[in-house]
C-alpha cells in the first residue's frame, strides 16, 4: 500500500481503509514530527502535537478538498496544532536555534571558539524568542525549511507579500537585538 499516491490513500480511506490511513500516517509521521519539535523545542510536547495532528488529520480527511497536497494540508494542520499547544502552554521561547547547528565543536577549535559560538547562538535563540509569533513562524520555515514564500502562503493563508514582509521584519529584528547586545565597544 505504500506505493500508492497520497490521493489513492485518501480514496482509499474514505471508502473505509483503515490501512490507507495508517499508511498516510506512516509517512508523514516524521516529518509532522520535527515540525512539531522546532516549535515546542521538546520531545514529549512535540509527541503530544504530532498526535493531535494525525487526530485532526483523521477526523478531517473526509472533507479533504485537495486544492493543495495532502502535505501542504497536514502541514498546515501541523503548524496550527503547534501554535495553539505554545499559547496553551504559554511557552514563550518556542524554538531553538542550536538545534539547527552542528553541536560537535570542530576538531581542534580552541575552547574560547568554542565558548564564543554557545554565546553566539543563545543570543540568537534570544532573539528569535522576542519576535512576535506570525514572524516566528515564517522566519522558521523560510529560514530553517527554506519553504517557498508560496508554499507558505498556502500554510498560513496569507498572501505572498505579507510574509516577506514578516520575513524581512524578522531578520531585522534579529539583527538590531544582536546588534544591541553587543553593544558599543
Known amino acids: ?10 480514496r482509499q480511506y474514505r471508502s473505509g481503509s483503515e490501512g490507507a490511513f495508517n499508511t498516510l500516517v506512516l509517512r508523514y509521521q516524521e516529518k509532522v514530527y520535527w515540525v512539531a ?24 480527511l473526509k472533507n479533504f478538498r485537495g486544492d493543495s497536497s495532502l502535505y501542504t494540508w497536514l502541514y498546515r494542520i501541523a503548524v496550527n496544532v503547534s501554535l495553539n499547544f505554545l499559547r496553551r502552554q504559554k511557552v514563550r521561547d518556542f524554538f531553538r536555534i542550536d538545534e539547527m547547528f552542528d553541536v560537535e565543536a570542530p576538531e581542534g577549535e580552541s575552547p574560547d571558539r ?34 517557498p514564500y508560496e508554499e507558505i502562503a498556502k500554510i498560513l493563508k496569507t498572501s505572498v507579500g505579507g510574509l516577506k514582509a514578516n ?19
Open 1 to 10: 500500500m505504500s506505493d500508492l499516491t497520497d490521493e489513492e490513500l485518501v
Open 37 to 60: 519539535r522546532r516549535f515546542s523545542n521538546n520531545h514529549d510536547n512535540a509527541d503530544e502535537i504530532t498526535q493531535e495532528v494525525f487526530c485532526k488529520m483523521y477526523e478531517s
Open 114 to 147: 568554542v565558548v564564543e559560538r554557545d554565546e553566539q547562538r543563545a543570543l540568537i535563540e534570544q532573539a528569535v524568542a522576542t519576535l512576535p509569533k506570525k514572524q516566528k513562524a515564517v522566519f522558521l520555515m523560510r529560514y530553517y525549511e527554506e519553504m
Open 167 to 185: 520575513y524581512f521584519h524578522a531578520i531585522r529584528k534579529v539583527g538590531e537585538y544582536i546588534r544591541n547586545a553587543h553593544g558599543p565597544h
